[in-house]
Each structure stands twice: as structure tokens, then as C-alpha cells.
């Protein structure tokens, strides 16, 4: 009897569960000539991972709307939900689940994890019969190379031999970084104070916080929020609609007291409300690869120089033939993107001039660096003088949020820096931009504001923070913002340099940031074993002048092999998402997204092709 080809993929979020999807369509298509042994493994939840785990409160929103996101590399055709054809997370709240908010409204991350393990069990009930998938819910604590492919050392005890192995272990705990530390240390020496480490909020104590606390928050991401919602929302508390539109915020009394910053003093910013039609895909027509490419000042790029004012170019370029269309139609705002394109060479045209002679004169420029750092290098006489313009600032972005980005040349100019990271990818992924433009041009500078912009939540989220600010439950420290121990008080200390008499004591701090990853810092189990075996190494991009330890696992090209500590490619191995990050860029992204396939889908097909191939020859 033939013996069945194994392949594990370790790590059954979106990632994994994406890798699954395209090995059962895979083998649907092209049937193997042996039988096959799928195995998911998750230490968590099988199915959707630890950060879509389907307990946890359901006041953890996901930051995309439910219509652009999906499980399945192909839309529902008719038949039954299987791998290469079935529903977006929208289309399958609105069928099975009450409370579906439309396509353009947002989904618990609790719900999207019941949607994943939706797509799973379709998976499973659609592979042909030479197929198996089995569900193991433990954890991979070893890796190592065997005569035929590798051995997986389960916690359970129970050794698994695989021919294939792909690694989607998503976000890791890394170890508590130093200025932590020694807060964690400080709060040792003193009862009464904690430390909360950074964490998935969802897994974070956060029940533990007593209502009244003083708590300081570190952190004004995505993270924050979810910390927001759960000490608002989920303590009973409720907000409503004012008379003069704004939310009123109505406590419960089971509250803490949150001080909140960042090192921009600036929230995410809200999203802007979808208004594109479905399937929508916007093409670049000034940044593109190619384009870099052919004006590059070098062979190895350098983003503030080769990148950046090409990508900013086709931001201006939309934001000015969006306010145009608004203006004066659809054919005036094709007219100036016509001209923009006749116009691109060697340097590029001066986007604003143009805009000018089509009638966009009037027309505020777009400063990116202002708008994701609009504190930078200020100071605040007084706590009361930053609220007043941070309110002033974020009602103001909500306005525009709420436009949408069809109607707001703003949203619709912010978006293609969304629309156009698979061309950043391709500008820097695996090295090619030169070492100190990598750790400082893109990776210290570009990647943080950003994310500020584009990255940010749902508008009603920074409503309600706005409603908290009103009542007193939050206040955002400013931009620089520290944390200290206080041995004069015995209690932490909150405070932004940049805005005089800021300094709050707090008895509890919460790390909201997201960690960071490192493979040298990541202490699974797992990883530790894979770095010791010289299985996995750090991605080090070098060049004659300098040294950039990026922290990401070295991979190949598509189809995404480690690289060992020998420089050698470990072809029955693959790795895909976070893991790799800096060797590859953005890969915390959960979903595939409707429509034509995306880097998401591609890369999980590039594993599949060449984890099934020795199964498709006889």
C-alpha cells in the first residue's frame, strides 16, 4: 500500500487556515496518485487561532469592514462552501448569525473566528477521498529533520512524522522589554502597583483591574482600543447619541481611570467609511514597481530617495482628481490624471501645478508628515491646551472619515497608501533597499505615521474615545509619552515632556503596544528549538557600510523556505506571516480580501503547489 503524504501546517489562524484552503482546492483539481494526511495544529483553538479565538468578548472589533474580507480563494458559486469557492465573512454573518451591520460595517473578532471555523469545516467536508484532515489541538514544542522529512514533538507526547511542514505561528509573547521591566521591578518594591505586559488584549487580565483604578496606558494603536472597550463597554457602561450628534458617554461605575499615550501623542486615525463598490482593485499609475525601479538611484534602493516621493506622487494624484471629479465630473478628473501620467519621466511632474490648471487651485496640498505627526516638535503649555486641539483634531478626522473614501479627496488620497503596499513590498522585501534606509527611512519613520493614517479603527471608536475624554474616564498624556516609578509616592508616574503639568500617578501600567517580533527574543519553545537546530536564522540585511539585524526569520522567495544557519534553503519547510516580519513587510494581515487574488492567496498557493508536488507525478 502507498504511504499517505503528510503535511502539518502549525498555526491554524487566517494564515494556516488560508495554506489549508488552497492544498484542498489543489487536490481537488489535480488528483494526487497517493493518499494524503492533511494535519491543522493550534494550541488554542484549531481552526482560528489564538487571536480569533471564538470566547473572547465580543467588544473586540476588527478593523475592516466584513465585506472585504474572506476565507476562501474563490466567491460562492452556487454550490456548497469548499475550498476555491465560498462566502465573505458579510455574506455569511447576514446568512447565519443576527446583527449583521452591512458590508461596510465590522465584525467582532470572536465572530470573524466562528466565520474561520465556518471555513474550515467546509474545507474539510469538500476533499476528495484520498484525502484526510485531522484537527490537533496541542502544541509543537520540536522540529527536526528525519530520513523523509521531519518529526514534530507534540506537548501531548506523541511524536508526528510529515513530509511537509508549514510554520503559521502568528504573533508571539516576547519576554517583557528593559524600560518594563524595571517597572515591573519597581511595582515589586511597592504594593498596591502592577505592570501588565503586552499582550493580545483578549488574553491580557484585564478583569483584574479594580473599578476607580489609576491605570496608564502605554500605547495608542489598535490595542488601546480594544483596552478602552473593555474598560467602557465591558463594564457595563453605554453610549449613546447626543443632541448635538456627538456620543455621551454613561458609566457604569465599575470604570478605571485611564492616562493613555504614545510616542506621537496621536491616536490611530479613524478608517474612512467604504463607499467602493465590491470587488474594487485600484491600479497605480505612478507608483509602480517598474517605475522604481527605472528611476532608482542605484541597484539596491533607497526608500526616501527611489520609493517614497513615487508613492506620495499617486497619493497627491488622487486626492486631487478626486476633488476634481467631485467638482467637475468624472471626465475633469480623468482629463488631470491623464495629463499627470503624459507628464512622468525622469522626475516626476509637479502634481499641484497641474491640478491647478484643471481647476483644483483652492485645493489645500496634502502634507502626509504633517497629518501622522501633527505634534512633532511642539510643546503644550498646559494638559488643557493639548485636550483642546487633540478634540479639535480628532472630531475633525471623524468628519472626514464619515465622508468616506469615494467623497473625501482626504480618505480616497489615504487609502492607496493601503491599495499600494504590495508595491512597498516589492520595493523592500528580502533586502532590497540598503540597510540604513530599511531600519530608519521605512521601517522608523514611514512605517509608524503611516499606520496612524491608514491603520486605524472604526470612527465610532474614536467617537467614544472622544466621549471619554468629555466625562473624565481618559486622558491622553501627549506626544513622548513615559512612564516612571515615583519613589517619593510610591506609585508610577505618567507624563509627556512635551506638555508642562502632565504628570499623572497611576498604580497600574498596561502595555497596549504590539510586540514587536524577534526571533532572538521569542521564547516558544518551537522557536528556541528551530534557532538552536540552525533552522531558523534572522534575516541580517548588510552591506559594505552597515548592519541591519531585522529580527525576522530568513525565508526564500515564494515559496517561503527558512534559510539554515548554512545559507542552505529547508525545502520540506515553509514559513509564512509574522514570523517573517522585516525579512518581508506587513505580514500581521488576517484575511484575503474578495475579488482578484492578493499577495495573501498567492503566497498560500506558492506552498501548496510545491508541498503537493511529489503527490501530482506517478
Same mark, same amino acid.
Given at each position: 500500500?502507498?504511504?499517505?503524504?503528510?503535511i502539518?501546517?502549525v498555526?491554524?489562524?487566517?494564515?494556516?487556515?488560508?495554506?489549508?484552503e488552497?492544498?484542498?482546492?489543489?487536490?481537488?483539481?489535480?488528483?494526487?496518485?497517493?493518499p494524503?494526511?492533511l494535519?491543522?495544529?493550534?494550541?488554542?483553538?484549531?481552526?482560528?487561532?489564538r487571536?480569533?479565538?471564538?470566547?473572547?468578548?465580543e467588544?473586540?472589533l476588527?478593523?475592516t469592514?466584513?465585506?472585504?474580507?474572506?476565507?476562501? #480563494?474563490?466567491?460562492?458559486?452556487?454550490?456548497?462552501?469548499?475550498?476555491?469557492?465560498?462566502?465573505?465573512?458579510?455574506q455569511?454573518?447576514h446568512?447565519?448569525?443576527?446583527?449583521h451591520?452591512?458590508?461596510?460595517?465590522?465584525?467582532?473578532?470572536?465572530v470573524?473566528?466562528?466565520?474561520?471555523r465556518?471555513?474550515?469545516?467546509?474545507?474539510?467536508?469538500?476533499?476528495?477521498?484520498?484525502?484526510?484532515?485531522?484537527?490537533?489541538?496541542?502544541?509543537v514544542?520540536?522540529?527536526?529533520?528525519?530520513?523523509?522529512?521531519?518529526?514534530?514533538?507534540?506537548a501531548?507526547?506523541?511524536?508526528?512524522?510529515?513530509?511537509?511542514?508549514?510554520?503559521?505561528?502568528?504573533?508571539?509573547?516576547?519576554?517583557?522589554?528593559?524600560?518594563?521591566?524595571?517597572?515591573?521591578?519597581?511595582?515589586?518594591?511597592?504594593?498596591?502597583?502592577?505592570c501588565i505586559s503586552?499582550? #493580545?488584549?483578549?488574553?491580557?487580565?484585564?478583569?483584574?483591574v479594580?473599578?476607580?483604578?489609576?491605570v496608564?496606558?502605554?500605547?495608542?494603536g489598535?490595542?488601546?482600543?480594544?483596552?478602552?472597550?473593555?474598560?467602557t463597554t465591558?463594564?457595563?457602561?453605554?453610549?449613546?447619541e447626543?443632541?448635538?450628534?456627538?456620543?455621551?458617554?454613561?458609566?457604569?461605575?465599575?470604570?478605571?481611570?485611564?492616562?493613555?499615550? #504614545?510616542?506621537?501623542?496621536?491616536?490611530?486615525?479613524a478608517?474612512?467609511?467604504?463607499?467602493?463598490?465590491s470587488?474594487?482593485?485600484?491600479?497605480?499609475v505612478?507608483f509602480?514597481?517598474?517605475?522604481?525601479?527605472?528611476?532608482a #538611484?542605484?541597484p539596491?534602493?533607497?526608500?526616501?530617495?527611489d520609493?517614497?516621493?513615487?508613492?506620495?506622487a499617486?497619493?497627491?494624484?488622487?486626492?486631487?482628481?478626486?476633488?476634481?471629479?467631485?467638482?467637475?465630473?468624472?471626465?475633469?478628473?480623468?482629463?488631470?490624471?491623464?495629463?499627470?501620467?503624459?507628464?512622468?519621466?525622469?522626475?516626476l511632474?509637479?502634481?499641484?501645478?497641474?491640478?491647478g490648471?484643471?481647476?483644483?487651485?483652492?485645493?489645500?496640498?496634502?502634507d502626509?508628515?504633517?497629518?501622522?505627526?501633527?505634534?512633532?516638535?511642539?510643546?503644550?503649555?498646559?494638559?488643557?491646551?493639548?485636550?483642546?486641539?487633540l478634540?479639535?483634531?480628532?472630531?475633525?478626522?471623524v468628519?472626514?472619515?464619515?465622508?468616506?473614501n469615494?467623497?473625501?479627496?482626504l480618505?480616497a488620497?489615504?487609502?492607496?497608501?493601503r491599495d499600494?503596499r504590495?508595491?512597498?513590498?516589492?520595493?523592500?522585501?528580502?533586502?532590497?533597499l540598503n540597510?540604513?534606509?530599511?531600519?530608519?527611512?521605512?521601517?522608523?519613520?514611514?512605517?509608524?505615521?503611516?499606520?496612524?493614517l491608514?491603520?486605524?479603527p472604526?470612527?465610532?471608536?474614536?467617537?467614544?474615545?472622544?466621549?471619554?475624554?468629555?466625562?473624565?474616564?481618559?486622558?491622553?498624556?501627549?506626544?513622548?509619552?513615559?512612564?516612571?516609578?515615583?519613589?517619593a509616592?510610591?506609585?508610577?508616574?505618567i507624563f509627556?515632556?512635551?506638555?508642562?503639568?502632565?504628570?499623572?500617578p497611576?498604580?497600574?501600567?498596561?502595555?497596549?503596544r504590539?510586540?514587536?517580533?524577534?526571533?532572538?527574543?521569542d521564547?516558544a519553545?518551537?522557536?528556541?528549538?528551530?534557532?538552536a537546530?540552525?533552522?531558523?536564522?534572522?534575516?541580517?540585511?548588510?552591506d559594505?557600510?552597515?548592519r541591519?539585524e531585522?529580527g525576522?526569520v530568513?525565508?526564500?522567495?515564494?515559496?517561503?523556505?527558512?534559510?539554515?544557519?548554512?545559507?542552505?534553503?529547508?525545502?520540506?519547510?515553509y514559513?509564512?506571516?509574522?514570523?517573517?516580519?522585516?525579512?518581508?513587510w506587513?505580514t500581521?494581515?488576517g484575511?484575503?480580501?474578495?475579488?482578484?487574488?492578493?499577495?495573501?492567496?498567492?503566497?498560500?498557493?506558492?506552498?501548496?503547489?510545491?508541498?503537493?508536488?511529489?503527490?501530482?507525478?506517478?
Open positions: 500500500m502507498t504511504r499517505p503524504w503528510r502539518a501546517v498555526g491554524s489562524g487566517p494564515r494556516g487556515l488560508m495554506v489549508t488552497r492544498l484542498a482546492a489543489r487536490l481537488a483539481q489535480e488528483p494526487a496518485h497517493r494524503v494526511e494535519y491543522v495544529i493550534d494550541e488554542v483553538e484549531v481552526g482560528c487561532g487571536i480569533y479565538r471564538t470566547d473572547q468578548p467588544w473586540f476588527m478593523n469592514p466584513v465585506g472585504l474580507i474572506t476565507a476562501f #480563494s474563490g466567491a460562492s458559486d452556487g454550490g456548497p462552501a469548499r475550498a476555491g469557492a465560498g462566502p465573505s465573512l458579510g455569511w454573518w446568512a447565519h448569525l443576527p446583527g451591520p452591512g458590508p461596510d460595517g465590522y465584525a467582532p473578532r470572536a470573524y473566528g466562528r466565520y474561520l465556518f471555513a474550515l469545516d467546509a474545507i474539510e467536508s469538500g476533499l476528495p477521498s484520498h484525502v484526510r484532515l485531522t484537527r490537533v489541538h496541542d502544541s514544542l520540536d522540529l527536526e529533520p528525519t530520513a523523509n522529512g521531519h518529526r514534530l514533538t507534540l501531548g507526547g506523541t511524536p508526528l512524522d510529515v513530509d511537509r511542514a508549514v510554520l503559521t505561528t502568528g504573533h508571539c509573547r516576547p519576554p517583557v522589554d528593559a524600560p518594563l521591566r524595571d517597572l515591573a521591578e519597581f511595582a515589586a518594591r511597592h504594593p498596591g502597583l502592577r503586552g499582550d #493580545s488584549p483578549a488574553e491580557m487580565p484585564l478583569d483584574t479594580p473599578a476607580g483604578a489609576a496608564g496606558v502605554l500605547g495608542l489598535l490595542s488601546f482600543f480594544d483596552v478602552m472597550a473593555a474598560f465591558g463594564r457595563g457602561g453605554l453610549f449613546t447626543g443632541a448635538d450628534g456627538e456620543l455621551v458617554y454613561h458609566p457604569s461605575g465599575a470604570e478605571p481611570v485611564m492616562v493613555a499615550g #504614545s510616542r506621537s501623542g496621536l491616536p490611530l486615525m478608517k474612512g467609511d467604504n463607499r467602493r463598490p470587488g474594487f482593485a485600484y491600479r497605480p505612478l509602480t514597481s517598474e517605475l522604481v525601479r527605472r528611476h #538611484s542605484g539596491t534602493l533607497d526608500f526616501a530617495t520609493v517614497l516621493p513615487r508613492l506620495t499617486e497619493i497627491e494624484c488622487v486626492y486631487y482628481a478626486t476633488a476634481l471629479r467631485r467638482a467637475h465630473g468624472e471626465r475633469a478628473a480623468a482629463a488631470f490624471t491623464d495629463e499627470v501620467v503624459s507628464l512622468d519621466g525622469a522626475t511632474p509637479d502634481i499641484r501645478a497641474v491640478a490648471r484643471h481647476g483644483a487651485a483652492d485645493l489645500a496640498p496634502i502626509l508628515e504633517a497629518l501622522g505627526r501633527p505634534f512633532a516638535g511642539r510643546t503644550f503649555d498646559d494638559p488643557k491646551e493639548f485636550d483642546g486641539e478634540a479639535g483634531l480628532l472630531r475633525g478626522a468628519a472626514e472619515a464619515e465622508r468616506g469615494v467623497d473625501s479627496p480618505m488620497a489615504l487609502d492607496i497608501i499600494t504590495w508595491v512597498v513590498r516589492e520595493c523592500v522585501d528580502f533586502g532590497r540597510p540604513a534606509s530599511h531600519r530608519d527611512d521605512f521601517l522608523g519613520a514611514f512605517v509608524p505615521a503611516s499606520s496612524v491608514v491603520a486605524g472604526p470612527p465610532v471608536r474614536i467617537r467614544q474615545l472622544l466621549a471619554l475624554m468629555d466625562c473624565g474616564l481618559l486622558r491622553v498624556a501627549g506626544p513622548e509619552t513615559r512612564v516612571e516609578g515615583d519613589s509616592s510610591g506609585r508610577f508616574r509627556s515632556p512635551r506638555v508642562v503639568g502632565s504628570s499623572t497611576v498604580d497600574i501600567v498596561i502595555d497596549a504590539v510586540p514587536v517580533p524577534d526571533l532572538g527574543r521564547p519553545p518551537l522557536t528556541a528549538n528551530l534557532r537546530r540552525g533552522l531558523w536564522t534572522e534575516f541580517v540585511n548588510q559594505a557600510d552597515d541591519f531585522t525576522g530568513a525565508v526564500t522567495t515564494a515559496p517561503f523556505h527558512p534559510v539554515d544557519r548554512d545559507g542552505r534553503p529547508g525545502t520540506g519547510l514559513v509564512l506571516g509574522v514570523p517573517t516580519e522585516n525579512t518581508r506587513f500581521q494581515v484575511f484575503a480580501r474578495p475579488g482578484p487574488w492578493g499577495d495573501f492567496v498567492r503566497d498560500a498557493d506558492a506552498i501548496a503547489e510545491h508541498a503537493l508536488a511529489e503527490t501530482t507525478t506517478s
